[in-house]
T-cell receptor, first 112, second 112 residues
Framework: EAQVTQNPRYLITVTGKKLTVTCSQN?????MSWYRQDPGLGLRQIYYSMNVEVTDKGDVPEGYKVSRKEKRNFPLILESPSPNQTSLYFC???????????FGSGTRLTVV | TQLLEQSPQFLSIQEGENLTVYCNSSSVFSSLQWYRQEPGEGPVLLVTVVTGGEVKKLKRLTFQFGDARKDSSLHITAAQPGDTGLYLC????????????FGKGTLLTVNP
C-alpha cells in the first residue's frame, strides 16, 4: 500500500530535550515536505526537499532541522524544543507535477 | 505571499441538504487541489483541477476552478453524515518548490 509513515503518533516532551520525528514514504517520490497545523493558522510549511541532499526552508523553519540522506526518509529534528512548537505535524510526499500530496497520519507533539 | 481564503469557516447542515464551499485568492495558481481531513488523520486528496473553468465531479461532489485560476468551489449534493470533515483547498504556485499553499479549511458537520 502506498503510504507515508510518521512516528511517533503522539509525543510529550520537556523543553530543551532534542527529539526526532521520522517520516518514510514507499512511493519513490522526489518531493517531501513537513507541515505544522495549528488552530486558526491552518497548515504551514516548515521545510521541504526536492530530492536527496536537497532541502530548503518553508514558511516557518525556525527551531527545526531536516535531512534527506535517502529518498524515502525525511526526518524532522527539533534540537531544543520549546512550548510554542506544540502542534500537530504532518509529513507529505509528492511527485512534482503529478497529482497531489500524500500525507502521513500526523504526529501530535506537546512540549511542556 | 500567496493566500487562500476559504468560506465559510464552519458549516453545520442536515443530511440531504446541498452546500457550497468557496476558496478565493488574489493570486493565480497553476493548479488547485481539494483535500478532506478527518479528526486524527492527515488530509486526503479529493481532486486536482488544472485548467481555468474546469469542472470535475466525484460522485456527489462537484469541483470547479475559476476561469482566471484564482478561485475554486466545492459543491456537495445531498450531504451525508459521512461527508463530515475538514475540507481544505490548496494552491500550487508552479515554482521550483512544489509548495502547496493551504486555506484554513471549512469544517463541515452533517447531522443525521
Amino acid at each position: 500500500e502506498a503510504q507515508v509513515t510518521q512516528n511517533p503518533r503522539y509525543l510529550i516532551t520537556v523543553t530543551g530535550k532534542k527529539l526526532t520525528v521520522t517520516c518514510s514514504q514507499n512511493m519513490n517520490h522526489e518531493y517531501m515536505s513537513w507541515y505544522r497545523q495549528d488552530p486558526g493558522l491552518g497548515l504551514r510549511q516548515i521545510y521541504y526537499s526536492m530530492n536527496v541532499e536537497v532541502t530548503d526552508k518553508g514558511d516557518v523553519p525556525e527551531g527545526y532541522k531536516v535531512s534527506r540522506k535517502e529518498k524515502r526518509n525525511f526526518p524532522l529534528i527539533l534540537e531544543s524544543p520549546s512550548p510554542n512548537q506544540t502542534s500537530l505535524y504532518f509529513c507529505a510526499s509528492a511527485r512534482p507535477g503529478v497529482g497531489g500530496y500524500t500525507f502521513g497520519s500526523g504526529t501530535r507533539l506537546t512540549v511542556v | 505571499t500567496q493566500l487562500l481564503e476559504q468560506s465559510p469557516q464552519f458549516l453545520s447542515i442536515q443530511e440531504g441538504e446541498n452546500l457550497t464551499v468557496y476558496c478565493n485568492s488574489s493570486s493565480v495558481f497553476s493548479s488547485l487541489q481539494w483535500y478532506r481531513q478527518e479528526p486524527g488523520e492527515g488530509p486526503v486528496l479529493l481532486v486536482t483541477v488544472v485548467t481555468g473553468g474546469e469542472v470535475k465531479k466525484l460522485k456527489r461532489l462537484t469541483f470547479q476552478f475559476g476561469d482566471a485560476r484564482k478561485d475554486s468551489s466545492l459543491h456537495i449534493t445531498a450531504a451525508q453524515p459521512g461527508d463530515t470533515g475538514l475540507y481544505l483547498c490548496a494552491g500550487a504556485g508552479g515554482g521550483s518548490n512544489y509548495k502547496l499553499t493551504f486555506g484554513k479549511g471549512t469544517l463541515l458537520t452533517v447531522n443525521p
